[in-house]
């Protein structure tokens, strides 16, 4: 008397069947595939390298290879090597580009020496630098001449790394 509960419940059957129940089950498992799908690109555009230079230091490199918002890495003159868009990661210098550009295509195959702000390119695609008296790797970033070592120069979305075989003027 004081209080009465009622229980409306549909049917087994019915709750099967119903159309709003079956679009939220549709759309539940389609959110999950979209997870998944999400964390498993996520996951494999994630993954680093260890570079080891010819001076034996191994250095962590950041090496997402997806273009979208990337680091565009292009030669002049000979050798002439593809163009190659490397995705940006925080923190990144050339070196960190080479590295992601020479994984994305092997033409790219390159070697230094040193670390920071004494890291040299040394060749770039089997063509050494000379030293002093003849033709050597130059970059240049945006179109400025590079006046900095390979692993401390940084590079943001959007930037061209130019490489020239050439003589320092």
Do not use: C, H
């Not at 555009?45 to 680091?71: C, F, L, Y």
């Not at 050494?128 to 003849?134: A, F, P, T, V």
Request: hydrophobic letters at 45%; charged letters at 15%.
């Amino acid at each position: 008397m004081y209080g009465q509960l009622v229980v409306m419940a549909e049917s087994p059957q019915a709750a099967e069947t119903s159309p709003s129940n079956k679009q939220n089950w549709l759309i539940a498992v389609l959110l999950l595939g979209v997870l998944g799908i999400v964390l498993a690109v996520n996951f494999f555009a994630k993954q680093s390298v260890t570079r080891v230079s010819t001076d034996g230091n191994a250095q962590p490199a950041k090496t997402d290879i997806a273009p979208a918002e990337g680091i565009t890495l292009l030669t002049s003159g000979e050798p002439s090597l593809p163009t190659v868009t490397v995705a940006f990661q925080p923190g990144m210098v050339v070196l960190d580009a080479l590295v992601a550009a020479e994984q994305a295509d092997s033409r790219w195959q390159f070697s230094y020496q040193g670390t920071g702000d004494s890291a040299l390119l040394i060749s770039l695609a089997g063509l050494e630098s000379q030293g002093s008296d003849g033709r050597n790797w130059l970059y240049e970033v945006n179109g400025e001449l590079a006046q900095r070592s390979i692993g401390v120069e940084p590079v943001k979305p959007g930037d061209r790394v130019l490489w020239k075989f050439a003589t320092y003027e």
